[in-house]
């Protein structure tokens, strides 16, 4: 994925975020969490059925690379089984830290894989993971 198609996904899920606006009905689990060196505070709740998650959404202020990774990453976790929420959670978080991963199940994720440049930044790219794994493991 080239640079300017990286930074176009991330703009526009910056701007235009999938899945935002939490819902109050039953069956959602959310889970805060948030970035001590900057604004970020996001809420994220999954529903999870028959081991599948559902729906996904999230709320609250962030930064550019927190609310797009948390766009993108709701998006690709609707639809699957919780084990392959964790397969891909598992291999986005190893390509921020730099380590293997399956590109072709990460897709639009993969704009975040040059953040470990920014070591700074590589908190708020994995905001999102941490709350999904803390609510799938939670359930």
């Given amino acids: 994925m080239n640079q300017e198609l990286k930074r176009q996904l991330i703009l526009e899920n910056y701007q235009h975020p999938f899945h935002r606006g939490l819902k109050k009905e039953a069956g959602y689990v959310v889970k805060n969490t948030n970035n001590e060196s900057c604004i ?71 704009a975040y894989q040059d953040i470990y440049l920014q070591p700074n930044r590589k908190t708020c790219a994995l905001l999102p993971a941490k709350a999904v794994h803390e609510i799938l493991e939670g359930r």
């Fill in 40 to 110: 970020d505070n996001l809420d994220i709740s999954l529903k999870v059925e028959d081991g599948i998650i559902k729906d996904a959404t999230f709320d609250g202020e962030a930064c550019a690379i927190s609310t797009s990774a948390t766009s993108i990453l709701l998006r690709k976790l609707v639809g699957l089984k919780v084990e392959e929420a964790e397969k891909l959670l598992q291999n986005y978080e190893s390509m921020i830290h730099e380590g293997p991963y399956d590109e072709a199940l990460l897709e639009e994720l993969l």
